[in-house]
């Protein structure tokens, strides 16, 4: 099959341009670039040089020549060519936030905007979290071409921490609190102030405090798996900070607990951890094993290990380790910002439409450094 | 005065060395080093070449030589030079843990695991968190020689940020979670293998997550704060990460809002903020500002201005920055961990205890890079 | 085939895991330690996790267990392992110095301190840069269990900017220089002052300045490739320097030019290149790129680009860039230490020895970040 | 005296002011921008906050209020407020390069593409790099106010690991390499691709390969030297490149050695540096230390340490370390590019012009991290 990428010179793409170039179904590239058309992607990116090369076309022209098409546009930006694979009769993964919502159009319009320039499209579209929706994706995919809206980076190791917790019936009620920190590519390409090297090196950063466009996105999906199991939808907080390092997402994930584990709270602070806690936290952990068992690219680490962005480096891995303390629920979640916060994960939605392996081309064994 | 460092060839006693250097009072250094004893601290240090030389002597030979010590041991390592020093009738400010928990040996021992060496030194004790305790340090500094149980570095961001949500009478009751990030240097200058370079850079990671030592003092400086103002004792959830930068702690710290404030936590993740949300905000900043009016060392930021870790590099400056979001409080703390956070605080405390300018010696403008 | 690699605990031998896991002839791997023996790979590297496990056993288990075996051991320390192997009739890759000299144990001697071990041992040790000795090896490894001397990080990215410059005759007499920079893997995983986070981080330091052990290997392979075409043997300075990243080597290598282009010296620093300049440069390069031809790893930059180490990362290329500048050829080399530096190139032999294609398991697209 | 700064918001312009609010002769600060005019200096830099504060003027007002003015400017936008301050009958530092080539306007085209504005400026203009001309600095400011031109970061390095070698008779005549490293805030605060954080951490790039403006100015600095004490003129080669570190600029430098010493290249890469090689080194170390004995920022290091960036820190030293090797004197110096080389040799400056201490404001000890 011939893949296509519209956007391919911005970070997402480019990733997805090398993610592609080693997966066995794909035979091809088309690369098309609205801002940088008419060069070539090697010049763009010399360290593709000798392996990979081309010219950027138009996004036409990426849709005429594909099989199948990532979008890695700004929001807002692409709608008439998702219309357009429709009606080609190929299926789109859009990187962008144009699909996250679904019919939702309002949320999207209050922290985007702006509205849908073709609301219609949502009838073909579906949000592309495998571990929230695989079937749906499969049986849409099954029907007809479908576009499928690519998680964000944040709400992806954002949710896949919360899951279980609402599944397994862990949260208790209360505010669950989402604090994450971004390695810098996930500003993307466009120099800026804050990814100026003196001005982010050396130093760590809150940014859009409460306020960031990734809040409804993790709400979004937090409150349709509390639907799914007939629980409370939790009010959230999230917080982003930018950090110094080129790749990663840690998501530190606060969920109050119930019950006897709940009521632990008062001693937190006074003595260390005791036998119970780490008890209690065990059998959490199992609890996150077992919702996990079947996920391909998901690492529930055991006792003594903690999520680190530095262990899932370059790839789909999303690491989930679960602690216990003063009656909170800790759940510390690393993934890849620009594979499986990104480009990887479109990689493993396409493999979900087309009916291939769902890790082929995602096998990369992560980098330590 | 001659002030003596025992303890100096660590990273807070070089970085007490330095700013003692430029400390006006000060018109001598006396140097000791229990494991360097007999080498010289320009060996140890090339960087103070030229600037500070000299040899490493003995703790005996320091308090020997000196008006006034820093401590600058491991926590348990030190009692004997604080009854030393008080027997000799001179001050001592201590950086370890031994003197943070005044007469409480139960905590101490139940996280540091032992108990103290020589319990009665605690009656010349006090806690020096300046923005805490710095009336009763100067009562007691006026009656005679003092111990000063100089704070963690964690403990001080996060109390700092706590502190007027308590006074200003903001918090509503419920867990407060304290959210760090540490630069390396934090982990002192013994190579192991969670500070070697290719371990920790690009990478962010959280460790004893909800059993750091530092929480229980946190919690002791949030229940005097909030016995003072006859305020509920908050439940704390505290979680430390480590992030590949040199110098800085952030922390991100979550409190439960009352009233009409906390009511707005339904609403948080489903639209942006409201004007009502910033009006809210504006009036919690203004508590925050007035509570620390008279504070030299405490910068609350103005609208627009998040607080970071970059911008109050190398200075004894807190900065704060307060958000609201949801329902609830976020305050984020930055300090340079290893001088608010170690060294610039053991100065600010001896300037407290001496009766000089307490920021003298302390003057220095952040640096962005 | 069976893959062995003696020494997996280490950065290098970790490398190799991760290539081997990949790569489509090795059917399994069996993994050995001497100093954590016993324990399991996945423990040592929680980045394998769910990707690659299984138990660290002794050297001889290895052997036992392989068709092909990689020693990744300190210099010094494998010697009885590569008889082994011989005895056992299957090959070995090495990465310490010990097979790097051929029969010059006078050289080795002089700067490892100690003799060959097993000096017979070199009548089947042949030195593994492919770009110098592939035929050789591949002759050697026709007629029987060979071991590869697998070069060392500085002397390949050094030798191979300098080869086409003795080959194409434009060396001129004369000192060459090779100024290089290595990310901090290159130092190992056992933590150490040099490494800690806080001393090399932001800083860029040279060390053993003319004295590095690499020195006499990258003069061995001048002087082969010297006499291999007839041209004078350059005197050789070397300084290697430590730079704040986790991978990669920077060379640049300060080469005096024969008659017309050695000629424009004395005008150097007074005016901007001129068109002449360039000229001569285009000239150069097309000599450098028609030397490498056929070489599978190496790419001659365009005009324009210059060689860093930002773009080889996780890759097994060398990039090289020419200049010319006041008479001198200054050639950038750039690599990623941890792969054509090390691990990377140590496939590519087993690649030759075994006749595979030699870009097998090696085809990762150099990663932007 | 107020001390005027035009240019304030740039990197250069920032370190100055943060300087200069340390320096005891001076009792206030008038802040100039040309891009920002208008808003105030604290809002640039919140670091700047609750310490230094105040509206951004015109050049003209910051002229009209100064007693001393400093120029940060880009080369070529500034020489009207030079003459505007010799009219007031005030001295100027200025930071660009129009004051660095004298009456050699020819080679500042050459290099800058555009000539001088007003040429008869530089009848009171002076090179200011003190280790060079110190004594005409005085001269001239004694008779009048004066301009002064300081130096580049590169060439400030660069000149300083030349100078004894020239003077001291050590060069044999051949070409002097220089190889340096600088950090990312050498490129100013604009934002651009090359300081895009993804783009330049975790990777070591040269840039203007053997055509850097500042060659011409280390040309210019050590055509004078040997002119002062006869020597021949060393044509030169100089490739500068990035380094992923904020602050620091490190020169690697190698020049040819005289008769017996120069004679050992031969040897150098076939043994370890032999006894011999060590007497001679400290010899030459010998040298440096004696010809720079007098200077209060220049430390030559004791055998046993080369000059890295990290031990300058914040301060105004150069350090410089000796190596002998292969025939070849290796010369390593290291600065502060934003202090020795921008903003702290501008204070050095006016300390001469104004005949203070030539210490005074740059007092700061250099921090390890």
Redesign the interface.
């Known amino acids: 099959m011939i893949a296509g990428i519209i956007g391919a010179a911005g970070?997402a793409g480019?990733e997805l341009v090398?993610l592609l170039?080693?997966h066995k179904k794909v035979s091809g590239l088309s690369l098309g670039s609205v801002s940088k058309e008419g060069e070539r992607i090697e010049n763009v990116?010399?360290?593709?040089?000798?392996?990979?090369s081309g010219p950027l076309v138009t996004p036409e022209e990426v849709i005429a020549a594909s099989d199948l098409v990532f979008g890695a546009l700004p929001s807002g930006a692409g709608e008439q060519y998702a219309q357009s694979c429709l009606e080609k009769g190929i299926s789109l993964i859009d990187l962008s936030a144009d699909f996250r919502f679904d019919d939702d159009e309002e949320?999207y319009e209050?922290?985007y905007g702006k509205g849908y320039a073709i609301p219609e499209l949502r009838k073909n579209s579906v949000y592309g979290l495998p571990e929230l929706n695989r079937e749906r994706i499969k049986t849409m995919a099954a029907s007809g071409p479908v576009i499928v809206g690519n998680p964000g980076c944040y709400p992806t190791g954002a949710s896949l921490g919360i899951f279980p917790a609402l599944a397994k019936e862990l949260y208790a009620g209360?505010?669950i609190?989402v604090?994450s920190?971004s390695?810098?590519?996930g500003g993307g390409?466009a120099?800026?102030?804050s990814?100026?090297?003196?001005?982010?090196?050396?130093?760590?950063?809150?940014?859009k405090?409460?306020?960031h466009r990734h809040?409804?996105e993790?709400?979004r999906n937090v409150r349709q798996m509390a639907a799914r199991f007939k629980r409370p939808v939790p009010?959230?907080?999230?917080?982003p900070?930018l950090?110094?390092?080129?790749?990663?997402i840690?998501s530190?994930i606060?969920i109050?607990l119930h019950g006897e584990r709940g009521a632990l709270?008062?001693e937190?602070?006074?003595?260390?951890?005791s036998k119970e806690t780490e008890t209690h936290e065990a059998e959490i952990r199992e609890l996150y094993s077992s919702f996990y068992r079947d996920e391909p690219f998901i690492?529930v680490?055991p006792q003594g290990?903690?999520?680190?962005?530095?262990?899932?480096?370059?790839s789909n891995?999303c690491d989930i380790?679960v602690?216990?303390?003063?009656?909170?629920l800790?759940v510390?979640t690393a993934i890849d910002n620009?594979v499986k916060g990104a480009a990887g994960q479109a990689v493993q939605n396409m493999n979900i439409v087309m009916g291939y392996d769902e890790a082929e081309g995602l096998?990369t064994?992560?980098?330590?450094?």
């Open positions: 970070y480019a090398r170039h080693g990116y010399p360290n593709f040089l000798s392996k990979i949320t209050a922290w209360g505010t609190i604090d920190a390695g810098i590519t390409r120099p800026q102030k990814f100026h090297f003196p001005e982010c090196s050396d130093s760590v950063s809150p940014y405090v409460g306020a809040l409804p993790i709400n009010p959230l907080v999230f917080t900070h950090a110094p390092m080129n790749r990663g840690l530190t606060y109050p709270s008062g937190a602070a006074i003595r260390p951890p690492r680490l290990l903690t999520a680190s962005t530095g262990r899932v480096r370059q891995f380790s602690h216990l303390a003063g009656g909170t800790i510390v620009m096998e064994v992560p980098a330590l450094f």
